[in-house]
């Protein structure tokens, strides 16, 4: 969801600036402001009991966050922190509302983009269902490539660290290592300074 | 907190955009995964699922829909393949609206754009909360987030007096556990006091 940040500052939006570790709101917070990434990567994730990290998303340039509880009365189920130095534009929730009251053709655009979030949802959600850690990582990587247009075999470099990829898929990053040499030996994927190509 | 029950429109208005009732018997399948987009289905009575198989056979499913509530709405604003199976799991009566009709009909009623925002955000929410407990290789956790989830669409919070409508291979499927597994964790849970069990029926 990207609406013209023009749009955005007349109806009262700021920009702001958060840094590296910064959040933008947390897990069980009221959702005030709609968020718009105008640079820098925010990720979005929960921490268990035991204090291991989930990631639910990484968000970029051009990418909303928080825009889906806006419509429904719920606290945040998840933590929005800045991964890089980041600035992000902000609009107080009724502003937003009031816009998309006056824009009815925005309601469309936040259909389709709500949509394809769940639709990331549904793809990882069967992916994690699995024990096995092989195909919780190629249902990542087999999403994240989807976006790439180049379908050929290693054309693809997967723009997450490690520990990243173990965090999206509920393993531990051990476990993440072992079976990406794994997939490596199986010539699923090429390792070429460390980087991951599928 | 009570979790909205969505899509229930008005099933005037979809008659009147071209919808049609169609009746589908118990195990009867109303789309497959890999196919294109091209209806908006809301149950009038009965129950679906939203399943996919892995590669051994093995069945996950997605989501359990019962009467007043739309499936599959979601791939009517993008352009992707069905990602799951819709399959009956009781007799079923359900309205179907042409794609086109049915984008007209929220283009021409801002209101129910509102409402099918809402009702977007609401599945997305469901999604992101089963997703962290399904990252968890502990199934207990798994089912405690999935069964605080399920009570929220419960009226009244009272203490333990939720019966969950599920049966065991039901919820195995759901969470990506074995049903020897499940039935294991909810007895621990009894032993813990965290549910209830009566005739087999669990209560939360």
């Known amino acids: ?198 | 907190m009570k979790t909205i029950s969505c899509m229930n429109i008005d099933e005037n208005k979809l008659y009147s955009s071209g919808g049609e009732i169609k009746t589908y018997k118990k195990g009867e399948m109303i789309y497959r995964e890999g196919q294109h987009a091209l209806y908006y289905f809301q149950i009038i009575e009965g129950k679906v699922k939203l399943n996919n198989y892995d590669d051994d056979g093995k069945e996950f499913i997605q989501n359990i829909f019962v009467g007043k509530q739309s499936f599959g709405d979601s791939l009517l604003f993008v352009d992707k393949f069905y990602p799951t199976n819709a399959v009956c799991i009781a007799p079923s009566e359900i309205i179907k609206v042409p794609k086109e009709q049915f984008l007209n009909l929220m283009k021409e009623d801002p209101d129910l754009s509102l409402e099918m925002n809402a009702c977007l955000s609401q599945r997305l929410y469901f999604k992101a909360i089963m997703l962290q407990n399904m990252a968890s290789l502990n199934p207990i956790s798994r089912l405690t987030g999935f069964l605080d989830y399920l009570k929220s669409y419960h009226d009244d919070s009272c203490g333990n007096c939720f019966h969950v409508e599920l049966t065991r291979q039901q919820i195995a499927n759901l969470l990506g556990l074995r049903v020897e597994t499940v039935i294991r964790a909810l007895k621990k849970m009894e032993k813990q006091g965290n549910i209830t069990l009566e005739n087999r029926k669990i209560i939360y």
């Open chain 1, 1 to 198: 969801m990207v609406i013209d940040e023009n749009i955005l500052y007349s109806v009262g939006a700021e920009i702001r600036i958060y840094k590296p570790s910064e959040y933008l709101f947390t897990e069980g917070e009221r959702p005030n402001y709609y968020y718009q990434i105008v640079t820098g990567e925010v990720k979005l994730n929960n921490y268990n009991e035991d204090g291991k990290e989930f990631i639910q998303n990484i968000l970029s340039a051009g990418q909303s966050c928080g825009e889906s509880v806006l419509f429904i009365d719920r606290p945040f189920p998840m933590n929005a922190e800045a991964l890089t130095e980041c600035s992000v534009i902000r609009l107080h929730k009724d502003a937003f509302l009031e816009l998309l009251n006056e824009t009815p053709k925005l309601y469309r655009e936040i259909s389709s983009f709500l949509s394809q979030r769940l639709y990331y949802k549904f793809i990882m959600m069967q992916n994690i269902s699995s024990p096995n850690p092989a195909i919780r990582l190629r249902g990542l990587m087999d999403y994240l490539k989807s976006f790439h247009h180049d379908e050929s075999p290693y054309s693809y470099t997967i723009p997450l660290t490690r520990q990243q990829m173990a965090n999206h898929t509920g393993l531990c990053v051990e476990t993440a290592i072992r079976t990406i040499k794994h997939m490596e030996r199986e010539n699923i994927v090429k390792i070429r300074d460390r980087k991951i190509l599928y």
